[in-house]
């Protein structure tokens, strides 16, 4: 299952891209994709784990699942 961090996300628009661990292309996310309960958004610089799927437009990450351990910066 790729891996990777969020680039950027607009909570407005609802969507945004993930930079993958391995490098290559980014990917699209929509606040649809994103499992976890209540409001659905995602942080720049979030862990994710990720599916992609090819779509006419891009690649897209689907069944989005953000890493619910905290960041070093919200640690320090």
């Known amino acids: ?7 950027w996300f607009n909570n407005a628009k609802g969507y ?4 993958p661990d391995d490098g ?13 309960d ?3 958004t995602l942080k720049a610089g979030q862990l994710v784990e990720f599916d992609i799927l090819e779509g006419p437009k891009g690649s897209h990450a689907i069944n989005i699942r953000p890493d619910e351990t905290p960041s070093e910066e919200e640690t320090e």
């Open 24 to 36: 290559g292309e980014n990917y699209f996310a929509h606040y649809s994709s994103i499992q976890m």
């Open 38 to 40: 209540g409001y659905k």
């Open 1 to 7: 299952m790729p891996t990777g961090r969020v680039k």
């Open 16 to 19: 945004g891209f993930i930079l």
